[in-house]
């Protein structure tokens, strides 16, 4: 080992800086059964879809609990940001209610604003 080809490391015994990552796994790496699988293939949004902010005042419990959620699960889940892991949220409790109330037909789409505040009770 020349010191000329490792001149930014220090001469400490460390071992010369690998030229190129290996392309393929180890041969054991294979056969561990707690080996990741690869990530499935992300369902992309089309790029030009529009998008509308939403502000929402939700338990701060629950919003901490989904943060957590989305920080330890948003790479195995294929989470691009948060606001697409809210998103993914709000689209799955749709499609549930549209199922359990509209025969599993999307209802017609709603623009106009929805009224603010507390329902009034039934007297």
Do not use: C
Request: charged residues 30%; hydrophobic residues 30%.
């Amino acid at each position: 080992m020349s010191t000329a080809d490792n001149t930014s490391r220090p001469a400490l015994g460390l071992p010369p800086r690998p030229t190129a990552a290996a392309t393929t796994d180890a041969p054991l790496a294979r056969m561990l059964s707690g080996r990741r699988q690869e990530a499935p293939a992300k369902k992309e949004e089309p790029k030009g879809s529009p998008t509308e902010n939403m502000t929402v005042s939700i338990p701060t419990a629950l919003r901490n609990r989904a943060k957590a959620a989305y920080k330890a699960t948003s790479y195995a889940e294929g989470d691009n940001t948060w606001a697409h892991f809210v998103a993914k949220a709000i689209e799955a409790e749709t499609r549930r209610r549209e199922a359990e109330h509209n025969q599993g037909e999307m209802y017609p789409s709603w623009g106009e604003k929805l009224p603010g505040g507390r329902r009034l009770k039934d007297s």
